[in-house]
Nanobody
Framework: QVQLVESGGGSVQAGGSLRLSCAAY??????????MGWFRQAPGKEREGVAV???????NYADSVKGRFTISQDNAKNTLYLQMNSLKPEDTAMYYC??????????????????WGQGTQVTVSS
């Protein structure tokens, strides 16, 4: 079993920054390989992939956030991060952390991820 808990969301003005965190909790005592990602969903819109990172540290980003967002992980702390800079009103959404035991191929596809956090709200005002 894996539990994911997001934090770091909030309200900021356009151009501001936020750092989201996702803490992973597992009963496994041995090292587990994960592919982890961030997804978001705005009111009235489909859920979309934001960024993904695999066990080798390779990353992929949605075109809409490329150059502004950075995904990273601290393996020692079992924590995933999303640094969000130059935020825009269109970034407003509920952000979800997701994980999978499978190799994700750096694809931002929701069905590849079997574990999800509860979400953290990000609101960007103009």
């Amino acid at each position: 079993q894996v539990q994911l808990v997001e934090s770091g969301g909030g309200s900021v003005q356009a151009g501001g920054s936020l750092r989201l965190s996702c803490a992973a909790y597992s009963a496994y005592t041995y090292l587990t390989t994960y592919c982890m990602g961030w997804f978001r969903q705005a009111p009235g819109k489909e859920r979309e992939g934001v960024a993904v990172i695999d066990s080798d540290g390779r990353t992929n980003y949605a075109d809409s956030v490329k150059g502004r967002f950075t995904i990273s992980q601290d393996n020692a702390k079992n924590t995933l991060y999303l640094q969000m800079n130059s935020l825009k009103p269109e970034d407003t959404a509920m952000y979800y952390c997701a994980a999978t035991f499978m190799a994700c191929g750096l694809r931002l596809v929701s069905r590849l991820f079997g574990y999800w956090g509860q979400g953290t709200q990000v609101t960007v005002s103009s």
